[in-house]
Each structure stands twice: as structure tokens, then as C-alpha cells.
């Protein structure tokens, strides 16, 4: 059981086998990589100098360019940071409100992906002791989105895991549970049986919190169990 909690603990270094993820790009992708992320820092500097109204053409232009160039990722971060304000020391959290008519607006344009993004930061925004009910709908948002972008299996598998962190934070086990419900048909439907086993495991654990204890020994029984290996009984010719 614990190590479906660490499956589900996530790996957001933006590493892959321990490499950036810049090495994987082509010589093409990491020069719009290089440029866009010059381009976000130069706006975030330009919202704590001047302040949100006059940062705006800023990131207007960089998102522009971020659309040109397809990078869904950049405009999502853009969106994002365009809705900071500036602090007397320096720049405040992103403006929840601001952020759901934005994923709405992005969302009604046929941008899911970016929708689902905006969405995801909005049930962050709500803290670990903030509105459950706020955040769960936030997320039930973002998957929404998620669904009509299509060949969005691995980015479904990623919010449920977040989601799923979450409710499990909060106690809040009965959602839990649906999340892993959730997870665990998305990872069979696509193919990561790791992480559909993970799901099933820790569905386990969320039903044995609630008292349930016999439905989650009938859950444990159901897992797959790996194949068992015969030892060979040939021998070596030296």
C-alpha cells in the first residue's frame, strides 16, 4: 500500500530520467523554449515594476507569440501570471476570478488543454484548508476540458493524480475513491497498468479509512498478481 502512495506523489522537477527536458527538444523547440521563457520573465519583472495595467500589453504580446507557436504550456503560465498583482515587496497570487472567466473564455474558444491548465491552478489557489467545494469543481472543470481535447490520456492520469493528493489531504476519502476510480479506467484505457494497479491499491487504503474494511480485502484480492517465474531445472554445460 505504501508504495501506491509514493506512486501517486508525482514528479514535477520537469525532468525526464534525470535529464531537463530541454534535452529532449530539437534545436527548433528549445530556441522558442529559450525565447518564450526570456520573453515570461521580462513580464513577470514588468508586472512587479509597473503593476498589472501597465504589464498588460506585455503579455499580450507574449502570448501571441506563444499561440503562433503552439505552445500550450506557455500560454497556460502566461494566462496565469497576467492576472498578479503588485505587493508592496513583490508580486501577489494569481486572481482566482479573473482566472475562471479566463479558462471559460479559452475553453468556449475550442482551447482545452489551456482551459484544463487554468482550471487546475484554480483548485491550487484554494489551499489545502481552503474550499473543498471550490476546488473539487474546479477540477471536475479541468477534466472536463481534458475529455474534449482528445489523446489527452497521460494529462487526464496527471490531474487525477493531483486531484486525488488533494482529496486524500483533506480526508475527503468518498472522492477520493472515485478519483481512483477515474484514474485507474483512464491508465487501463491507455495503457499504464502500473499506474491503474497503483490506483487500485490506494482505493484500498481510502476504503479501509471509511470502515470498509471487507470490501477493500475483496479489492486487494481482485489486484493482479504478477506471474510466477519457475526455476529451471536444466543445467549449464561448461
Known amino acids: ?32 523554449e529559450n525565447e518564450l521563457s526570456a520573453r515570461h520573465m521580462l513580464a513577470v519583472f514588468s508586472v ?4 498589472r495595467q501597465q504589464s498588460a ?6 502570448i501571441k507569440k506563444a499561440r503562433a507557436y503552439d505552445a500550450h504550456e506557455w500560454i497556460t503560465r502566461c494566462l496565469i501570471d497576467s492576472t498578479r498583482k503588485r505587493t508592496s515587496k513583490d508580486i501577489g497570487s494569481p486572481d482566482s476570478a479573473r482566472l475562471k472567466r479566463i479558462a471559460n473564455a479559452e475553453a468556449a474558444s475550442g482551447h482545452q488543454k489551456i482551459g484544463a491548465g487554468l482550471w487546475k491552478m484554480v483548485a491550487r489557489l484554494c489551499g489545502p484548508t481552503g474550499n473543498e467545494h471550490e476546488a473539487s469543481a474546479a477540477y471536475a472543470a479541468a477534466e472536463k ?5 482528445g489523446g489527452s490520456g497521460s494529462a487526464k492520469l496527471e490531474l487525477y493524480r493531483e486531484w486525488f493528493g488533494r482529496a486524500w489531504q483533506i480526508r475527503r476519502y468518498g472522492e477520493a475513491i472515485q478519483v481512483l476510480r477515474n484514474l485507474e479506467d483512464t491508465a487501463h484505457k491507455n495503457g499504464f497498468k502500473p499506474d491503474a494497479i497503483a490506483a487500485m491499491d490506494q482505493r484500498g487504503v481510502c476504503l479501509q479509512e471509511l470502515g470498509n474494511y471487507s470490501e477493500a480485502e475483496a ?11 519457475e526455476a529451471s ?3 549449464s554445460v561448461p
Open 1 to 32: 500500500m505504501r508504495w501506491a502512495r509514493e506512486h501517486f506523489r508525482g514528479d514535477n522537477s520537469g525532468r525526464c530520467g534525470g535529464l531537463p527536458a530541454t534535452y529532449w527538444m530539437s534545436p527548433r523547440e528549445q530556441r522558442i
Open 48 to 51: 512587479a515594476r509597473l503593476g
Open 57 to 62: 500589453a506585455t503579455f499580450r504580446a507574449i
Open 145 to 149: 476540458c481534458l475529455s474534449l481535447s
Open 219 to 229: 479489492l486487494h484480492r481482485r489486484r493482479p498478481r504478477p506471474r510466477r517465474v
Open 233 to 235: 531445472t536444466s543445467r
